[in-house]
């Protein structure tokens, strides 16, 4: 005969023993199960005399729940055990120093050529683009500067055939959008781009560099429509308070020809060596589009006139953060570049 306290005492001292969730099912197997020990004692129930039954019976029951219970218990307190033996495992150090991404910059080119997109698209100008790889037509005899032409020395020239070279500046975007313009008025554009010219390269020169064209063209337009329109640009690349001077100059392509200046904005026009001790800065070339450039895209100059105007991104960017090799703008070193914010 089976004690029952002793079965008792045998079970729970088992389930006290058990380590992980598989010995614990174990344990419920060997005592409840349907060949399990208290099972065993239900048959010896069969053996006894019929009053003795219901107590026996009773106490087996009572004996099962009190396994059953214990093991609930232990299954709980296991789990808890795995549980914070998971968390343990997965713990994140939150001490350690955290990953700080390194953001780029935008290049001081961009930022400037963005600056002056801005600036005049905000005028209700549009944007156009032309092919690095350029006509001579285009180039050169659409701007009025026909083979043999003197002014052909003003820039010196890559070519890649007699008839095909490397734009050497962003007027040749301004005769394509003449041409394509059909007479349509009015005309507002500019017309950024590389540009390229066969010159040694040293701190102010460099065989390839950026310029943007400006062009309008209407009935009426007039130089005082030019200068109202470049002291705004400057007043939006530099602050307001620097003054424009136009300066005659030649330029196939437009009559009258300009040079434009820019009170110094690092003395503010009191001589400094940015300036050169004159107080004046130069900043571009600009006129009133030539007769006969309008005649040869079809446009009556009796009619319309236009001014144009051309400028180099790299002047004005050096200007603008005090850049003294142009060099430092082409070899990409990351410190240098790292120092350039957005405009504000
Ligand atoms: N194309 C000239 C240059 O590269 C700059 C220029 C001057 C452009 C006068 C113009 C202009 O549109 O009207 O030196």
């Known amino acids: 005969m089976i004690d029952i306290s002793v079965l008792e005492s045998e079970a729970l001292g088992s389930i006290k023993e058990v380590k992980d969730l598989k010995e614990l099912e174990e344990v419920r197997l060997t005592y409840l199960s349907k060949k399990g020990r208290v099972q ?11 009053e003795e039954k219901p107590a026996f019976g009773q106490k087996v029951n009572e004996l099962k729940r009190t396994i ?12 808890v055990v795995l549980m914070n033996e998971a968390m343990e495992k997965e713990k994140i150090d939150i001490s350690l120093d955290a ?7 935008l290049h001081p080119l961009t930022l400037m050529s963005e600056a002056i997109e801005d600036c005049f698209i905000g005028l209700g100008y549009q944007v156009a683009e032309g092919p690095e790889v350029e006509l001579d037509y285009y180039n050169f005899e659409k701007a009025n500067i026909p083979k043999g032409h003197p002014a052909r020395d003003m820039q010196d020239t890559f070519y890649i055939d007699p008839v095909t070279l490397l734009r050497t500046h962003t007027t040749a975007i301004q005769m394509r959008v003449l041409e394509k313009a059909h ?10 781009g590389k540009v390229y010219r066969r010159d040694n390269d040293d701190a102010t ?44 100059s030649y330029f196939p392509f437009t009559e009258p020809s300009v040079e434009v200046d820019m009170s110094c904005h690092v003395c503010g026009g009191k001589g400094c060596p940015t300036c050169k001790g004159t107080g004046w800065i130069e900043i571009l070339g600009s006129g009133m589009v030539h007769p006969n450039v309008l005649k040869m895209a079809d446009i009556d100059p009796q009619k319309y006139s236009g001014f144009a105007f051309g400028v180099g991104i790299e002047r004005l960017a050096m200007l603008k953060y005090g850049i003294r090799d142009i060099r430092d703008l082409y070899t990409n070193d990351v410190r240098f570049l790292k120092a350039f914010k957005r405009f504000d």
């Open 183 to 192: 007479g349509q008025m009015p005309i507002k554009l500019i017309c950024p």
């Open 40 to 50: 065993e004692l239900m048959m010896q129930m069969r053996e006894l005399p019929k």
């Open 205 to 248: 020169h460099s065989h390839q560099f950026m310029q943007v064209e400006g062009l309008v063209v209407g009935e009426g337009i007039t130089l005082a429509d030019l200068k109202g329109t470049l002291q705004f640009m400057v007043d939006s690349l530099f602050g307001k308070g620097r003054a424009i001077r136009f300066r005659p």
């Open 99 to 105: 990953y700080t991404p390194s953001y780029g910059t």
């Open 68 to 79: 059953t219970e214990s093991l609930k218990e232990k299954e709980e307190s296991l789990k």
